[in-house]
């Protein structure tokens, strides 16, 4: 995270649906810590349902997923013992779709983190026991040994490395929506924007991107217009009715309003990502445990082993998340360096 927590980046992202499930979690569990929203649904032995309870922001998949002994022998002796992954979630009060947050049957945490999450556990062999918190408590829980490892769109930066460990899994992106019928494409080139209207959120991370690329363009003689709006139903109005060429936001939240947008008049795309950590360097969404506790590796390894079987790329496009896709889990991979976490 830059300038805002990521939880509130995404919570920018939000559409008037997203405001819906966000007020269902709310209902269901509106205290700093809550072990009741983290009911798992049914599936067979051998099986991990992701999109489950999703309210159309994922299609429900089943994965066979079994334990990997080779991987599960790394795992800390207390750990292993204890026969379950405690994993954090720090998606209290309001959730954050599609990543985390209260499904329709209005108990059931679901979303891309926590199934990720169960994923890991089934290679580790594992029951996993999902935990949802606050963001400022879901750190007090892996401080105190309460959470074995945390699936909440955390960022690698270097700042956290001093109290934390990491296993990566995601890319950590932004992106750019514009209508379907547009041809606009960012193409990973700022020039692609000169000329074009763009909505940001006032005080977030791609409004400080976008507004140094304004000013590049300006000294070129171009003119990028940059529009702010009370609410992102006010941004999408905007987009649907031609007022903005496109809008800046954070990723996943993005690929949600995709989903909810698809059968509707006015279906929007993702027209380009960019690295949330800026042009020099690619940022990360990882998997985090208390340091030294001897989780990163077999987590990585779980990672991978999902990777190379496949079930890790079926998870992500459950989610309308394979833009976010990485080649490998890696082991405290370079964060956001400390004069910029």
């Known amino acids: 995270m830059r300038t805002l927590t990521l939880r509130s980046r995404l919570l920018r992202g939000l559409t008037a649906s997203t405001a819906v499930a966000a007020l269902a979690a709310g ?21 991990v349902t992701v999109g489950a309870l999703s309210n159309g922001a994922a299609r429900q998949t089943d994965l066979k997923v079994s334990e990997v002994k080779s991987i599960s022998a790394e795992l800390p002796k207390s750990v292993a013992k204890s026969g379950k992954l405690v ?6 009060p309001a ?10 049957d209005q108990k059931t945490l679901t979303g891309a983190e926590p199934d990720l999450g169960r994923l890991v556990a089934a290679v580790l062999g594992l029951k996993p026991e999902v935990k949802n918190s606050t963001w400022e408590n879901l750190f007090v829980g892996i401080d105190s040994g309460k959470v074995d490892v945390a699936f909440t769109n955390v960022t690698d930066t270097e700042e956290r490395k001093k109290k934390y ?11 750019f929506e514009v209508q379907t019928k547009s041809t606009w494409n960012f193409a990973g080139d700022y020039e692609n924007l000169a000329g074009k209207t763009v909505a940001v959120g006032a005080g977030t991370n791609q409004e400080k991107i976008l507004l140094e690329w304004k000013a590049k363009l300006a000294k070129e003689g171009k003119k990028l217009n ?4 009370q609410d992102n139903n006010s941004v999408y109005l905007a987009l649907s009715s031609g007022k903005i060429d496109a809008y800046f936001g954070p ?4 690929s949600y309003h995709i989903t909810q947008t698809a059968k509707t008049p006015n279906p929007t795309r993702n027209a380009g990502k960019f690295s949330g950590a800026g042009a020099t360097l690619q940022g990360l969404i990882a998997a985090t445990a208390k340091k030294d506790s001897g989780l990163a590796k077999p987590v990585a390894d779980a990672i991978n082993h999902l990777i190379k079987d496949g079930q890790y790329a079926k998870w992500l496009a459950a989610w309308n998340l394979s833009n976010e896709a990485v080649s490998t889990s890696q082991i405290n991979p370079p964060g956001l360096p400390l004069d910029n976490s």
Not at 95 to 104: D, E, I, K, W
Not at 165 to 175: K, P
Not at 226 to 229: A, I, Q
Not at 251 to 254: D, K, L, S, V
């Open 251 to 254: 990723n996943p939240g993005i």
């Open 165 to 175: 460990e990491f296993a990566s899994y995601r890319q950590d992106n932004l992106a």
């Open 95 to 104: 959730g954050f779709p599609p990543l985390a947050y209260v499904g329709q």
């Open 87 to 92: 994993i954090g979630v720090g998606a209290l």
């Open 27 to 47: 209902l269901a569990a509106c205290g700093g810590e809550s072990d009741a929203a983290t009911t798992s649904d049914s599936a067979a032995a051998g099986t």
């Open 226 to 229: 940059v529009k702010y709006f």
